[in-house]
């Protein structure tokens, strides 16, 4: 896939600034350059530390040194990950079935069991272990609580006092079952709506080391759901630290490895170097450059870092490295990339197909749809190593001449004749090669709609597709919202970078 991208996509950035006053952190991250810009300056006194991100040779670091690393970049994609994905939710571990790891913890959770069984079945029972196992629920439970549930936690705290209870094992008066019951009744009350029919479950349970196990194993998803749910209260704070957080991580990193800011750098150059290339000297002032009074035209900052962002839709990732800033978004990337590609391959074949259609089926906005969604179930493996384009647009090609004979008999018209039908295959089958000229137009314009939402970046009304993308529009608009938040999100904790990098490099320009 080619690196460089057509050069006459980018003639909307810089065109939309925001005149709006400064807005929240959640607005700028879907606000307009100017907006973000304003947000990034307000809110960074961690700009003052970082002049001038500069490389230098590797040091040698201790192995203490990159633990301490490891856990910060640890910690930092961990947070991130958090603010970015609004679904983000914490699973519980699963093992493989036959990995060593299970096999170890089957082998040690059994012969507890085992030990357990044996105690309570002594004459008279030992209860030792089960009493820790009762203290472990007690904490467990006490954990649930908020800081209000003061009735709950005095029913806890009075009904599984473990003094009490080694008391009535000591002198025989012990009811296992009746905790039990407390237990699981608590348990009901804690847990959330989703977990009702497995505690519900606990009741038909009566021999005690299966209850056990059984409670233990609904508590380890409870406290998977109060993560989750811990998880959902504070993302709205942590989004509003985040940025200097991971601001601060970074440059912590940066310390340790001065030279982690190269492949940023030469990301960077590269945007520049396309930008300012003669080819392209005519388009500068549409694209946010303005032509200045040097020797050449001068290039916004702002439109370079757009462009370079941009860049990451065409990516070589399986020769090129990844620039450190957009690392822990890599997947994200590259799944924006296949989607974009399969747009291009969606939206050139309805392009190809309204072209030979008769007008009146063009038209037909349920027809339309109908074919798109033909079409975006066959091209839905995309993404697997193997898909080969070249039969599923074999398919697409059969099933689409169907689809336009059908509509046209429905509409009283000819059906496609058979050199009609020859010729749209093929021309539905040429779209499987990158050159192909209506795969690049259609990926022409999706790369100028990109730059312009980037530009004016999720601002009502929204961008217009370019002619002929109406069809896609919905997912184009859909892959763009996301694209642009998170490029936004990147530039509010990164920019002091980018502007350090970018100056020198534009006074070289």
């Not at 910690?75 to 990995?99: C, R, T, W, Y």
Request: include cysteine.
């Amino acid at each position: 896939m080619s690196e460089n991208l057509d050069k006459s996509n980018i003639n909307e950035a810089g065109k939309s600034k925001s005149s709006d006053s400064e807005r929240g952190l959640e607005d700028a991250v879907e606000g307009s350059d100017e907006a973000l810009q304003e947000t990034i300056k307000s809110g960074s006194p961690s700009t003052q530390r970082v002049q001038r991100p500069h490389s230098s040779p590797p040091r040698f670091v201790t192995v203490e040194e990159l633990l301490e690393t490891a856990k910060g970049v640890t910690n930092m994609a961990l947070a991130h990950e958090i603010v970015i994905n609004g679904d983000f939710q914490i699973k519980p571990v699963e093992l493989p079935e036959d990995s060593l790891e299970k096999r170890v913890k089957d082998i040690v959770h059994k012969a507890f069991w085992d030990c357990l069984s044996v105690q309570l079945s002594e004459v008279p029972p030992t209860y030792d272990r089960a009493i820790k196992l009762v203290g472990e629920i007690k904490e467990t439970l006490l954990s649930f609580l908020l800081p209000g549930h003061t009735r709950l936690r005095n029913q806890i705290t009075e009904v599984l006092d473990l003094d009490l209870i080694k008391q009535e094992a000591e002198n025989g008066a012990l009811d296992i079952s009746k905790l039990a019951e407390f237990i699981i009744g608590m348990m009901g009350t804690l847990c959330a709506p989703v977990r009702d029919e497995e505690v519900k479950r606990l009741k038909d349970v009566k021999e005690i080391v299966p209850l056990f196990r059984a409670i233990f194993s609904v508590l380890d998803l409870m406290k998977v759901d109060m993560a989750n749910f811990a998880v959902s209260s504070i993302r709205p704070h942590l989004m509003q630290q985040s940025v200097e957080y991971e601001r601060k991580q970074f440059q912590e990193f940066l310390e340790k490895q001065p030279n982690s800011l190269d492949f940023v750098t030469q990301w960077l150059q590269e945007a520049t170097d396309d930008l300012m290339n003669q080819k392209y000297k005519n388009a500068l002032p549409a694209a946010g450059g303005a032509a200045g009074s040097g020797d050449g035209p001068r290039l916004d900052p702002m439109a370079v870092q757009n462009y370079a962002y941009l860049k990451l839709l065409k990516w070589d990732h399986l020769h090129r490295p990844f620039p450190e800033t957009v690392l822990m978004d890599h997947s994200r990337f590259q799944e924006f990339q296949l989607q974009l590609e399969q747009l291009t391959v969606l939206g050139a074949v309805l392009l190809i197909t309204f072209s030979m259609a008769a007008p009146g089926i063009a038209s037909r906005a349920d027809f339309a749809e109908k074919l798109k969604m033909i079409v975006k179930i066959l091209l839905t493996d995309t993404h697997l190593p193997s898909f080969h384009l070249e039969d599923a647009l074999t398919a697409v090609g059969e099933k689409v001449c169907l689809e336009v004979s059908s509509c046209l008999s429905l509409c009283g018209l000819s059906p496609l004749t058979t050199d009609k039908e020859a010729v749209l295959k093929g021309q539905i089958q040429a779209v499987a090669s990158p050159d192909n000229p209506i795969r690049r137009i259609v990926d022409s314009r999706i790369l100028t709609f990109l730059d312009t939402y980037l530009a004016s970046s999720h601002q009502k009304p929204s961008p217009i597709a370019p002619g002929g993308l109406g069809p896609i529009q919905k997912e184009l608009e859909a892959v763009a919202v996301k694209f642009v938040r998170l490029v936004n999100y990147n530039k509010m904790v990164f920019s002091p970078y980018y502007d350090a990098i970018l100056s020198k490099i534009l006074a070289r320009s």
